[in-house]
């Protein structure tokens, strides 16, 4: 698939056909975004909410909920709570990457401060298990707060990793599992746990999530390289924040010793200096580490694709396996 900006993307299609649940969502998150004593919380909330995201993983909850053929109320629930889960990890990211901005606006710590962006982040996962709660399902209370002591502990993971030259593609792959793929596996797997779906469709709905998210975030680290207008950061943004990201891992493996003291000086000690991005996009062309890189995330979309094989054969199964597609597309 080549990405055509003037084209419906697959993400807007599904929008388009959760229309209704969608809003039912958006309503329930201004619902339990307010807050009667402390304003900040709804002011910051909005801040990032409105922003204009995709709103991409409490779709997959519901599409997921509705490619089972769920017919209750609680898949709504279930896809605020995964949007408040989201939105609650973007605002303690910003703080530990002292980022300036997100989705093309100012973050919600660089117009208030940190301590806002914490705390309101920490009353966005409380009212996501409250939400939880309320669906009155067990399993996918399970799963949720599975997921989300999953985020915290690959985002840990990652500072420890993300600076040393030893980190292994292993070890990525288990930050990105964590800090992503977690809450993607877990939006598509309690659609279907919501819906009592067959072991076999909840599982297929887990792998298809699972694939996904890690696809999404290797593009994403790629894209840094590459550039583009789809991610909302500056070319290079990654090595400035000196985040050892699968391009540079697979650089770093095939480094001789005058490229690793390079590769030290600049990821492990920070000492950056001006010409050392073009150096490291020379060094990532040099070892083909883009290509590389570029080829993995394909085969991450094609399992998310495989996946879905297990589910109904329905037009929300056709739009899933788009959206695989369309993630790969912004590289090809």
């Not at 409250?130 to 690959?154: C, K, P």
Request: charged share 25%; glycine share 6%; hydrophobic share 45%.
């Amino acid at each position: 698939m080549v990405l055509d900006e003037t084209a419906i993307k697959p993400h807007e299609r599904l929008s388009a056909a959760l229309e209704a649940e969608l809003e039912a969502v958006n309503t329930l998150i201004r619902e339990r975004m307010a807050s009667e004593h402390a304003p900040r919380i709804p002011e910051v909330t909005a801040h990032l909410v409105e922003a204009g995201g995709k709103r991409l993983r409490p779709m997959l909850t519901l599409a997921s909920a509705k490619i089972c053929g769920y017919k209750g109320p609680y898949h709504i629930h279930l896809a605020a709570t995964v949007e408040f889960i989201h939105t609650a990890t973007l605002l303690h990211d910003d703080v530990v990457d002292e980022s300036g901005q997100r989705r093309g606006r100012p973050t919600a710590n660089l117009l208030w401060d940190n301590k806002s962006s914490i705390l309101v982040g920490d009353y966005l996962f409380a009212r996501s298990f409250q939400l939880m709660v309320e669906t009155g399902s067990m399993r996918a209370l399970d799963i949720l707060a599975n997921a989300s002591a999953t985020i915290a502990e690959g985002e840990v993971l990652q500072l420890t990793a993300a600076q040393d030259l030893a980190t292994t593609e292993e070890i990525y792959f288990k930050v990105i599992r964590g800090k992503t793929a977690a809450l993607f596996s877990a939006a598509t797997e309690v659609g279907g746990v919501i819906a009592d779906a067959s072991a076999d469709q909840t599982q297929a709905l887990f792998d298809y999530g699972d694939a996904l998210g890690v696809c999404f975030q290797i593009v994403d680290d790629l894209l840094d390289y590459w550039g583009s207008d789809a991610t909302g950061k500056n070319i290079g943004d990654d090595f400035r924040e000196r985040k050892l990201t699968l391009p540079v891992i697979k650089a770093v493996a095939h480094a001789d010793a005058e490229e690793r003291a390079f590769w030290t000086r600049t990821i492990e000690k920070g000492d950056q200096q001006d010409g050392d991005l073009a150096t490291a996009l020379e060094l990532l062309a040099k070892h083909n580490a883009l290509e590389e890189t570029r080829r993995e995330a394909l085969q991450w979309s094609k399992r998310a694709k495989s996946a879905l094989a297990k589910l109904p054969n329905d037009p929300i199964r056709a739009m899933l396996s788009d959206i695989a597609d369309y993630v790969v597309a912004r590289i090809n």
